[in-house]
């Protein structure tokens, strides 16, 4: 037999001193490349590269030997300097920007305890944590009771709902599967997350169990047409299951009208789940939670902390208005080598057979911790102030030449077209729309490649491509909503 071959004792997986020196210097490069120039206006939001040229900077070929820590650093430093800065006060391209400190410290901190959040035997902080914070979060939608977990992303929260629904109904489907359940329907807005589609697919219930409820000009499901589309799928011999509603639509922050929706559901016994990912914030606001009237009458709700309150990724929580632990029954299989029953504490803390995962991280501590930091108070705050920020946004478009919104906003979602002075009086021609259309994506390729700011653009319906900008970001300020404003000018005066 070949004998066994001793590590060199300066390798740095068994050296603790070297190791450690490794980490403390590439921590240094990280606040100095990511959270230092990372945030600063005067720096670019990203250092664009073609992906040829980018992969033989980086150098990503992995070999037998490792590299000197010298080598290493100047690998981590290149990471930081070629990738997006999302804590860039003028990146507005996703709904997460911006980076809050106490969170950052959560996520340090978990990386650094790498523990698993299935048992209350290997992570008992954490378990007790999570369930406070869920607790918190149904206080805020009104429920007194319930249950929830986190997922990774408000895409999986979803799922989870529907699967819990179909669930509740046919039990049997556990154990026996599709062919035991009849043929089911869910019910969304063209403007609900794709995530929906993909669950149905991915649930096995097939993308054409999908029923599309009409939506009005601001993209709110309309509860009239829903109840008429629950009654002629009933007529075709189809269950209706769910209705997936949006507080906060992905393109144009779209708030659905809960309440009317929850009468419909209680009517027809449906489950009603709630897609709050990106607008469940406005709960913590005084001034904004109107805009989810009626939340406390849903089934199920997805909310991303990650999002508007910049907890960092990933933070998603579903919530469950249950009390029935269905989220066990529904996905536990009772693995004995983890989920003993004769354990000497309480294995109702045991709180892995609630998830599809094993694994799972603990997301609850950096939203935790940023509460701990700021409170309730800090949280409306930052809600507020990021509403302050589109109304100044909108005002000062409405005062340019060739700023044309698509709505006037219910949220912190901005959708617009800039119309270069080529196009401006045209808006009769034939050619409009296709040369309007094609605006949006030569000043995305622009601003990219000149890194000064980073924002996104999409289609909608019979609508060509326009600009969607979310504020929300603490860091923003008048002066980079300002700034945003003359780069979309320069880039586009000429097209």
């Known amino acids: 037999m070949m004998e066994p071959t001793l590590r060199d004792p300066t390798d740095p997986l068994i050296d603790h001193a070297e190791g450690q020196h490794f980490l403390n210097e590439a921590f240094k490069v990280i606040v100095e ?16 590269k073609e992906p040829d040229e980018l992969a033989v900077l980086l150098d990503l070929e992995l070999r037998e030997m490792g590299e000197p820590r010298g ?42 305890l790498n523990t698993n959040l299935f048992t209350y035997e290997v992570a008992p902080v954490f378990v007790l944590m999570e369930n406070e914070v869920l607790r918190s ?13 986190f997922c ?88 209706p299951l769910l209705v997936s509603c949006t507080s906060g639509t992905t393109v144009q922050g779209a708030f659905d009208p809960l309440d009317q929706i929850a009468d419909v559901c209680g009517k027809h016994k449906l489950w009603m789940h709630v897609d709050a990912a990106w607008g469940g914030s406005v709960l913590f606001s005084k001034q904004h939670r109107s805009l989810m009237k009626g939340i406390d009458r849903a089934d199920s709700v997805a ?31 009772n693995a004995s080598y983890l989920f003993q029953q004769d354990k000497f504490y309480d294995v109702n803390l ?29 949280f409306e705050e930052r809600v507020n102030k990021a ?40 808006e009769g021609n034939a050619d409009y729309p296709s040369r309007l259309a094609k605006v949006a994506p030569v000043i995305k390729e622009r601003m990219m490649k000149k890194g000064t700011l980073m924002v996104g653009y999409q289609p909608l319906g019979d609508k060509v491509n326009f600009f969607r900008v979310t504020v929300f970001s603490p860091l923003i300020s008048h002066k980079d909503l300002d700034f945003f404003l003359d780069e979309i000018e320069r880039l586009g005066i000429n097209l």
């Open 303 to 333: 909310w991303n902390p990650h999002k508007m309150l910049l907890a960092g990724l990933q933070c998603s929580a579903l919530l469950l208005k249950d009390t029935s632990n269905l989220l066990k029954q529904c996905h536990g299989a």
């Open 33 to 48: 490349e990511v959270l230092c120039k990372g945030t600063d206006a005067t720096q670019k939001v990203c250092e664009w």
């Open 350 to 378: 045991d709180v892995g057979d609630k998830s599809v995962q094993c694994s799972r991280k603990a997301d609850c501590l950096k939203l935790w911790l940023m509460w701990k930091a700021i409170g309730s108070n800090g």
């Open 137 to 149: 979060l149904r206080q805020l939608l009104g429920w007194t009771e319930g249950d929830g977990i």
């Open 71 to 112: 080598r290493l650093l100047q690998r981590v430093r290149d990471v930081a300097k070629f990738s997006v800065k999302t804590s860039h006060p003028r990146f507005f391209n996703q709904q997460f920007a911006g980076v809050d400190y106490h969170s950052l410290a959560g996520r340090f901190l978990t990386e650094a």
């Open 152 to 239: 990774p992303g408000g895409s999986m929260s979803n799922m989870y709902a529907i699967n819990l629904a179909r669930y509740r109904l046919f039990p049997e489907v556990k154990s026996q599967g599709l062919w035991s359940v009849p043929r089911l329907a869910i019910f969304t807005s063209p403007e609900s997350h794709y995530s929906v589609r993909k669950g149905a697919a991915f649930l096995g219930f097939g993308t054409d169990s999908l029923i599309l409820v009409n939506v009005d000009d601001r993209g709110h499901m309309i509860p009239e047409d829903l109840d008429e589309k629950i009654e002629l799928s009933k007529s075709q011999g189809v269950v």
């Open 387 to 426: 509403f302050v920020l589109v109304r100044y946004l909108v005002d000062e478009m409405k005062n340019r030449d060739g700023f044309h919104l698509l709505n006037d906003p219910e949220f912190v979602n901005v959708c617009f077209w800039f119309i270069p002075p080529s196009l401006r009086g045209k």
